[in-house]
């Protein structure tokens, strides 16, 4: 079950790795488990997923926290979509490397200017976002960071 910004002390700001540039806030959506862009979301970043616990929720503009994505490659130009379109994640906080998520935020910025930050961070920083929390997703270097945002 996902936990609340009440339930959760922060341990701001957190250290993470850059997996790809950007900078930006927004409040987070911490997923219980991982979530396919491609049949997944709808087309408004919705997530449409039956069997997801988050089902009903939207991605749009949120700081999205999960462990990993989950495939298909599909979810790559997905991702990219939501991002042209302006209804994608304001930004993308994993704690598993995910060269699919990668590769849309890549193919975004290549093709339509978006510059969504995707940062790798550990398991028990993971645990300290929770949904509700507002934050700030620095990715401007490789040594990027994550700071809760009044």
Known sequence: MTTSSADTPSR???????????RASGTVLHLDTPL???GGTDHDGTIIDAHHP????SVTGRVLVMRAGRGS?????????????????AAIVLAERDAIVV?????ARELYGSDMPVALVTDDDLATLP?????????STEAASITSTP
């Not at 701001?12 to 950007?22: E, F, I, K, N």
């Not at 490659?73 to 994640?89: F, H, N, T, W």
């Open 12 to 22: 701001m700001p957190l250290s993470a790795v850059a997996l790809h540039a950007g």
């Open 36 to 38: 396919s862009f491609w």
């Open 54 to 57: 988050q089902r009903g929720q």
């Open 73 to 89: 490659s599909s979810s790559s130009y997905v991702l990219a979509e939501q991002l042209r379109q302006q209804c994608g994640p």
């Open 103 to 107: 590769l849309g935020a890549i193919v």
């Open 131 to 139: 949904t509700g929390l507002t934050v700030t997703v620095d990715c």
